[in-house]
């Protein structure tokens, strides 16, 4: 494999730590060094490395309904059932195999219904391996000729975008960028978005792949968004690979394979029984919408704490809930968008942090985002609080806003 792995995120210089195995929370490496795992699979590992539901539910499904049927299976009905119950903006929804392609499947039917085909994204939005925007438009992103970019949060700019971009299909968005540094949205920013497409005739996706677990209807139930088209993924299969589009019915038959009009969705895995099985128990039996709710008060208390530690630094922290993200800022001023963190990103003092956890066993990402998995405790996330005071205390000289 070029680089020695397969996923370019996770490699780190000179080499990638590779992991042994995962139990609960915590991780071991090859050479036996033990860590809280605060990276949490980018959101994606939310039950933990060995959860014991869902590992019956995994061998459950092998003895009593196999495996790869070729088939309609009664699974996929009942959970989709269950994800258009707890997220609102959903009336109907079809399953695919990762958020990337659930947002590519989104556009699709944007489209397709619209007939027209650019898309407005935000610098630094990140909406799957092929549509990344993190310093402008990636050169593998697809459709290179069909993106406008916007800032994000900005209102005003993004008001006349869609009021006067001509052959817009749609424009997707996350209320909080995740990939992009765990910076929210403001909620005038996205009410201005939902409110001037619907205005434009333009087809409002909100990307809930990462923060659809920030609160027990995601982050449009939180903010009382009515997107529509919803895009899912991550945590949502229990550990398994899984995507999902939906939104209103009336744009969800572009999809209906009973329409001669309707587009194709190909995809083997789409209603795998262990992903089907697996995410229904998932949301239905561990993660439900009081865990969420305690999960994400536990992880808006650590973000809280790490602020106050930071007071006065060029450590900055962002983030909603159970995600966040620790930013070294030249200006040590929270970010509002992508411009904020190219301009004032101090990259040496990022490093010297991620090596700093890892020596005192905490598993983070090196540029920053932290992902709490259930199971993490309150001793915990205060031993990392103090881990954290330590290094503003030993590097305090480094950390000084000029």
């Known amino acids: 494999m070029p680089g020695g792995n397969t996923r370019s995120v996770l490699f780190n210089e000179p080499f ?21 795992d605060f990276v949490g699979e980018l ?30 299976t009664v ?32 556009l699709s039917i944007a489209r397709h219904l619209t007939g027209k085909r650019k898309v407005i994204a935000f610098d630094g939005g990140y909406h799957g391996g092929v549509l990344s925007f993190g310093h402008g438009i ?10 406008v970019l916007g800032t994000y949060n900005h209102v ?38 939902q409110d001037t497409a619907a205005k434009c005739g333009i087809i409002f996706i909100l990307d809930e792949v990462m923060t659809s677990r920030l609160h027990p209807h995601g982050l449009q139930g939180k903010y009382s968004l009515d997107p529509d088209i919803t895009t899912l993924g991550k945590y949502i299969g229990g550990g398994l690979s899984f995507g999902a589009f939906g939104g209103r019915a009336s744009l969800l038959t572009a999809y209906d394979p ?17 992903g089907m099985n697996c995410g229904y128990v998932g949301l239905s039996e561990i993660y439900t919408p009081e865990v969420a709710i305690e999960l994400n008060a536990l992880g808006d208390y650590f973000r809280t704490e790490l602020q106050e530690v930071a007071k006065y630094t060029k450590m900055v922290v962002t983030g909603v809930g159970a995600v966040l993200t620790i930013h070294f800022l030249d200006n040590g001023k ?24 890892l020596s005192k066993g905490f598993w983070i990402t090196e540029r920053g985002m932290l992902s709490l998995i259930l199971g993490t405790t309150k001793v915990e996330v205060d031993l990392y609080v103090a881990i954290v005071k330590q290094f503003v205390q030993q590097h305090a000289r480094l950390l000084i806003v000029h």
């Open 156 to 193: 005003e700019e993004v008001k006349e975008l869609l009021e006067t971009t001509p052959g817009v299909a749609a424009v997707i968005v996350e209320a909080m960028q995740g990939a992009g540094g765990c910076i929210p949205a403001t909620v005038d920013f996205l009410k201005t978005i």
């Open 138 to 147: 990636a050169g593998n992103t697809v459709d290179q000729a069909d993106w």
């Open 258 to 274: 009973r329409l001669a009009t309707s587009l194709p969705h190909s995809g083997t895995f789409n209603n795998n029984t262990l």
């Open 16 to 36: 990638p730590i590779f992991m042994k195995t995962g139990k609960g929370n915590r991780l071991w490496d090859y050479d036996g060094h033990e860590y809280v």
């Open 75 to 106: 699974e996929e009905m009942r959970f989709a059932e269950l994800i258009c119950r707890r997220f609102p903006g959903l009336e109907q929804l079809r399953f695919c195999n990762s958020g990337t392609e659930a947002n590519l499947y989104a």
């Open 43 to 72: 959101t994606a590992g939310l039950y933990g490395h060995s959860n014991p539901i869902l590992q019956k539910t995994l061998l459950s499904t092998y003895e009593n309904t196999g495996v790869n049927l070729g088939a309609t």
């Open 334 to 357: 929270a970010p509002s968008c992508g411009d904020d963190l190219h301009h004032h990103s101090v990259g040496g003092l990022k490093k010297l942090f991620w090596y700093w956890c």
